[in-house]
C-alpha cells in the first residue's frame, strides 16, 4: 500500500492501529460520486494492498459525511464523454471492481448514506455490510438507458436471490436498509452514531485471528460458491493445508493450552 496516505486524490486513508484501516470515499461535494479517478484510486490501493497487505488485517469502507456512501457514477463527468471515452472509462471500473471482490483482505462497508448506482455496486464487492438506518440502495442503471455493469447483476443476485434481484434491477426502485438487511445484502443496520464504531470493532475482532486463516477461508468461502459442493470442498482442503506448516497455527494451540490470547504474526 501506499506509505503516504494523501498520495489519492479521492479516498481518504485513516489508519485505526497497525492492523486496520478506513477507506473513505472522499468527494463529499458531490455525494461521493464515482469518476474517472475514484475508480483509479481504488483499483491502486486495493492492487496494492493484494500483492502486499504489510501488517493490514481488515478495511472498513465508507463514505466521507453522513449523507451518501456513494451516489453512483458521476454522470456530470459523463455528460459529454464519446462513447469510446465511455468504454474507456468502463474498463477502469471492471478493474476496480476485480480488486474490490479479489482482496485478501476482509472488506467491511460501512453505508453511512445513499448507495446508488455504481455506490450500490461498490458496496456490493464488500465481504458485508453494516449500514446507517437512514442508507438507502438503488440499482437505477435500467432508467439511464445502460444496465448494471460494475458487478450489481452478480453480487446482488448472491446475496439476496435471483427473483428479489430481477424486482429490483429491472424496476431500477431503491430500498431500504432494512429492507437490504431482511433480504441478506446487509448484516446490521445502525444509527448513524454507531456505524463506524460497530464496523470498527468487529474489523478489531478479525484482526484479533491469524490472517492468514483469515484469507485463507475469505478465499474459500468466495471461490467455493462458484464450484459445486464437491469441488468446494476440495478448494477448502486446499485452503486449509496452507495452515498446517505456519507458525500462527503452533502459536494458537499452544496460546490456547496455556489459557493466554494467541500472538499472530501472520506466518
Known sequence: MSSNPSAFETLSIEPVDEHVTIIRLNRPHASNALNTQMGRDLVRYFEEVALDPKSLRCVVLTGAGDKAFCAGGDLKERRDMTDEAWTRQHVIFERMVRALIDCPVPIIGAVNGAAYGGGCEIAGCCDFLYATENARFALTEVTLGIMPGGGGTQTLPRAVGERRAKELILTGKPFTSAEARDWGFVNEVFP????????????????????????????????????????????????????????????????????????????
Open 192 to 267: 448513524l452514531s454507531e456505524l463506524l464504531p460497530a464496523a470498527l470493532a468487529t474489523a478489531s475482532r478479525i484482526a484479533r485471528n491469524a490472517p492468514i486463516s483469515v484469507r485463507q477461508a475469505k478465499l474459500s468461502i468466495h471461490r467455493g460458491l462458484q464450484f459445486s459442493l464437491r469441488d468446494g470442498l476440495a478448494l477448502e482442503i486446499e485452503a486449509y493445508n496452507r495452515m498446517v506448516p505456519t507458525e500462527d497455527r503452533r502459536e494458537g494451540v499452544l496460546a490456547f493450552n496455556e489459557k493466554r490470547p494467541p500472538n499472530f504474526k501472520g506466518r
